[in-house]
């Protein structure tokens, strides 16, 4: 049969180019779609007949070659697991977890493949690796998975057996990876695996498809199996069934309780009474190693992070908090703390308590606060009688402290009529009451602020974000006195410095034994509650001037807190609240946060301030109010400074033990231990 060439002409007709000169392909409405001439048709014939001349000499070439004389050697077989030479054999055994059930699968590996090998007779058992209770998704945690492939790349091994794909690996990357590592570390000495279950020999050549189509499956199963786990994580808490485990102190039941252990217990609860208690983490690891105090594990050196830890658990005061952390990677089983990226669930009081919540919360406080606090939860006084009646006893770095609290103990000292008459003062001194004054002889005058005449020579005290700083006349004035204690009385807005005694729970050391002065105190917590209470901006620190008063033998250091000067410092100089007085290196500003915020050209070199209001009166304050401001200082008596106050239970906490209660149990706790 003759083939058509393009033109529809068969190769066996000779074309008469000459009846082929001039040709139009017309399509069905008349229209000329393309053309033709002779020259074309030349072309193509040349063409033609120089591609027949190729195929027939190669045609020729090939009829004429001899057969070969040489010999010819056939190419190995496939490897098979079946072949004969001897082989040095690993095992490799795997299960995910410890639970017993996974356990006797081990065992029952071991005794197969141990069988198995012995009755091959070419096969010699090297060693069984096997890893308990770990993940396939990594080789991160599988030591005995890492030894294996080791000791294969010192020649020690020849065959690797293994249950299945799964078992050697549940990451389809890690899988073809280390396969081919096997195959190709020692090209002389390549090291095959054998998947029983799949009937896969690594070093066969056409094994690759199979064995990434059965390594992609491990894969997708064990992502499955993950969102799954997730799925009936989210599903029990929603319901309800919060997963619970042991913990030191407790022990969980099939019905999900969680059963206090008397023994593990007193080690809880001697943790938390002893760090409430002014012991140190360090000091409490020390001890529960000295007394061989074992952990949930058995372990008996303990040390401060593992004492930390259990005041961490919200299970040691009854509560019970579900899911906390979420693994973000079940191939790396990497985990991030829970921030409302999956269902979660707390519960108070779950189940019984080994401390109270209030312990539980003073030690979270103790926590919080500065490091160099070395008496735990310090005691809460206010001073119940006296022209110092309601000042609240401080001790500057602890963290368990807030202007409310504060203010609830101030209060309480006082009849709801003696509270009424200090507001109505407060609302005179603050002028929001100045209209209202009777006796108005000397109103019309104004006492300059006294802030403004300060100089090294005063008393000053400064209040900061995290800090109160004294200066250094402030020891001087208390005839550099070591120890001192700082009372407060959030009405009132005014703090007071006096010397104290070192058995004072709220003592500051002033001056250290080589004669260096104390210059500041770590004051976060109570800082922010001054700063709160008075509506401060947090952006600036406060300074006052002190009054010194002596009477007899005592002397007190007295800072009312609405006369300040605000330190604004360089990194604020160009604040827009700052307006800069004319030809002065001080201005006045905003300092409250709740006034209005104004749009102001920037200033330079502000570093001190006043506040704004004082702009309008520009010499001082009322000279009545004044007035009626001394005569309550003025009225203070050497009673009255050395005054001691009555320990009260501190709002922020609630109700925990004494300080004595505390060295009774401890005391009663070590006898035991």
């Known amino acids: 049969m003759a083939v058509e060439d393009i033109y529809g002409v068969e190769e066996s007709e000779e074309v008469d180019t000459e009846k082929i000169e001039d040709c139009e392909i017309i399509d069905t409405e008349g229209n000329v779609i393309s053309s033709t001439d002779s020259s074309d048709i030349g072309d193509w014939e040349k063409r033609h007949n120089e591609i027949e001349e190729q195929r027939e000499k190669i045609r020729n070439r090939v009829r004429k070659t001899r057969s070969g004389n040489g010999v010819i050697r056939e190419a190995k077989p496939k490897p098979t697991i079946s072949d004969t030479g001897h082989k040095q054999v690993g095992v490799y055994a795997r299960v995910s977890t410890k639970s017993t059930n996974q356990v006797s699968s081990i065992e029952n590996q071991t005794k197969y493949y141990t069988k198995k090998v012995g009755d091959t007779p070419n096969w010699t058992l090297h060693e069984i690796y096997s890893d308990e209770g770990k993940s396939g998704t990594?080789?991160?945690?599988?030591?005995?998975?890492?030894?294996?492939?080791?000791?294969?790349?010192?020649?020690?091994i020849d065959l690797i057996l293994c249950a299945s794909v799964s078992r050697?690996?549940?990451?389809?990357?890690?899988?073809?990876?280390l396969v081919r590592q096997l195959k190709s570390m020692n090209p002389s000495h390549p090291v095959g695996v054998y998947f029983e279950t799949e009937n896969i020999y690594t070093l066969d050549p056409d094994c690759k498809q199979n064995l990434s189509i059965h390594a992609m499956l491990a894969d997708w199963e064990s992502a499955n199996k993950s969102r799954r786990m997730i799925l009936s994580y989210d599903q029990r808490i929603c319901t309800g069934q919060y997963p619970v485990l042991d913990l030191l102190g407790y022990r969980h039941t099939k019905e999900g309780e969680l059963i206090i252990q008397p023994e593990e217990a007193k080690t809880v609860r001697f943790i938390f009474l002893a760090y409430i208690g002014g012991y140190d983490c360090d000091e409490i690891a020390e001890i529960l190693t000295e007394r061989e105090r074992p952990t949930l594990r058995g372990r008996t050196d303990w040390n401060a992070s593992m004492v930390m830890n259990v005041m961490s658990n919200e299970r040691r005061w009854g509560d019970l908090e579900a899911r906390k952390t979420i693994v973000i990677d079940y191939v790396e089983h990497k985990s991030k703390k829970n921030e409302h990226d999956r269902v979660s669930a707390y519960e108070e009081d779950h189940h019984e308590p080994i401390v109270s919540r209030e312990i539980a919360l003073?030690?979270?406080?103790?926590?919080?606060?500065?490091?160099?606090?070395?008496?735990?939860?310090?005691?809460?006084?206010?001073?119940?009688?006296?022209?110092?009646?309601?000042?609240?006893?401080?001790?500057?770095?602890?963290?368990?402290?807030?202007?409310?609290?504060?203010?609830?103990?101030?209060?309480?000292?006082?009849?709801?009529?003696?509270?009424?008459?200090?507001?109505?003062?407060?609302?005179?001194?603050?002028?929001?009451?100045?209209?209202?004054?009777?006796?108005?002889?000397?109103?019309?005058?104004?006492?300059?602020?006294?802030?403004?005449?300060?100089?090294?020579?005063l008393p000053a005290l400064t209040v900061g974000r995290r800090r109160i700083k004294f200066s250094k006349a402030c020891h001087e004035k208390l005839n550099y006195c070591r120890w001192v204690e700082i009372l407060y009385h959030p009405i009132i807005q005014t703090i007071i410095i006096r010397q104290t005694t070192p058995d004072n729970p709220n003592c500051i050391e002033w001056e250290k034994e080589d004669g260096k002065l104390v210059s500041f105190v770590s004051s976060s917590a109570f800082s922010t509650a001054i700063y709160e209470s008075l509506h401060w901006k947090k952006e600036f620190s406060f300074k006052f001037r002190g009054i010194t008063k002596e009477r007899g033998m005592s002397k007190i250091l007295v800072f009312s807190l609405d006369e300040p000067q605000i330190i604004v410092g360089k990194k604020y100089k160009n604040h827009p609240d700052v307006e800069k007085e004319s030809n002065q290196p001080f201005g006045f500003v905003k300092y409250k946060t709740d006034t209005e915020q104004e749009n102001k050209p920037e200033n330079n070199n502000i570093v001190c301030a006043y506040p704004e209001e004082w702009m309008k009166r520009r010499i001082g304050i009322n000279y009545f109010i004044r007035e009626q401001r001394d005569s309550m200082?003025?009225?203070?008596?050497?009673?009255?400074?050395?005054?001691?106050?009555?320990?009260?239970?501190?709002?922020?906490?609630?109700?925990?033990?004494?300080?004595?209660?505390?060295?009774?149990?401890?005391?009663?706790?070590?006898?035991?231990?």
């Open 362 to 457: 003073a030690a979270q406080m103790v926590k919080k606060s500065s490091r160099k606090m070395t008496e735990g939860v310090p005691d809460f006084s206010v001073i119940h009688k006296g022209n110092l009646k309601g000042f609240v006893s401080i001790c500057p770095g602890w963290g368990g402290i807030d202007g409310s609290a504060l203010l609830e103990i101030c209060q309480e000292v006082y009849e709801e009529e003696e509270l009424e008459e200090l507001n109505h003062k407060i609302r005179i001194w603050s002028g929001e009451e100045q209209g209202k004054v009777v006796s108005m002889a000397l109103s019309g005058y104004q006492v300059p602020h006294g802030i403004y005449f300060l100089n090294k020579s």
């Open 138 to 156: 990594s080789t991160q945690h599988r030591t005995e998975f890492k030894r294996m492939i080791e000791d294969a790349a010192q020649k020690k």
């Open 168 to 177: 050697f690996a549940r990451n389809m990357s890690d899988c073809m990876t």
């Open 633 to 673: 200082i003025n009225a203070i008596t050497e009673e009255d400074i050395e005054e001691t106050g009555v320990v009260v239970e501190n709002p922020v906490i609630g109700h925990i033990p004494s300080r004595q209660e505390i060295v009774n149990e401890l005391e009663e706790l070590l006898m035991t231990m």
